[in-house]
């Protein structure tokens, strides 16, 4: 069955420091591989998206997420995170029947 | 323009009351999407339209879970006889065309059942 794991609950980092949050999944094709971010309030905002071509995918925000299939992941990135990045970060898979299937999620706590 | 918009944004029912969540997707969007988000959780795909056809209702948990979008624009989904167990976020979402364009998010409805 296809399901997308982010093996880390929350995540603390400090203002201006790297940042990568996990996410492998389980499918047996190519997958369409998705990061979202969800603000207090808000609804999901789309980041990056993998479908196919180029393994490294810039998104909006400063972010960018490497699909490595040899490892089945598809890490999310950004050099220098800014106090507004505080929020909960999804990763999710399309399937085969069109359906995305999301992870947990992964919360990111800001440090000043 | 305007975003996907749901409401109401927070909703309080007692057990075995019905309840009706609406949204309003982004105008001319043909592809609106249902989601269940549990606390704590990723969200979960309740239901799929593509206009006002329902192509996909495989994520509903129960038969008293039905939605529906006559005019192929706003959805409302509905729930009978609510259980504890339906306190959840309810998003909407919205796309272009197919499933595969990327989904515009509402704001959610927070459902807690008493």
């Known amino acids: 069955a296809q399901s997308v794991t982010q093996p880390d609950i929350h995540i603390t980092v400090s203002e201006g420091a790297s940042l990568e949050l996990r996410c492998n999944y389980s499918?047996?094709?190519?997958?369409?591989l998705f990061w979202y971010v969800q603000s207090p309030g808000q609804g999901l905002q789309l980041l990056l998206k993998y479908f196919s071509g180029d393994t490294l995918v810039q998104g909006i925000k400063g972010f960018e997420a490497e699909f490595k299939r040899s490892q089945s992941s598809f890490n999310l990135r950004k050099p220098s995170v800014h106090w507004s990045d505080a929020a909960e970060y999804f990763c999710a898979v399309e399937t085969r029947d069109d359906k995305i299937i999301f992870g947990k999620g992964t919360r990111l706590h800001i440090l000043p | 323009g305007a975003g996907v918009s749901q409401s109401p944004r927070y909703k309080v029912a007692k057990r075995g009351q019905d309840v009706a969540l609406r949204c309003d997707p982004i105008s001319g969007h043909v592809s609106l999407f249902w989601y269940q988000q549990a606390l704590g959780q990723g969200p979960e795909f309740l239901t799929y339209f593509q206009n006002e056809a329902q192509l996909d209702k495989s994520g509903l948990p129960s038969d008293r879970f039905f939605a529906e979008r006559p005019e192929g624009s706003v959805s409302t989904l509905k729930i009978q006889r609510t259980q504890q167990e339906d306190s959840a976020v309810y998003l909407c979402?919205?796309?272009?065309?197919?499933?595969?364009?990327?989904?515009?998010f509402g704001p959610g409805t927070r459902l807690t059942v008493l």
């Open positions: 979402a919205s796309s272009p065309l197919g499933r595969t364009d990327t989904q515009y």
């Open positions: 499918y047996g094709a190519t997958p369409y």
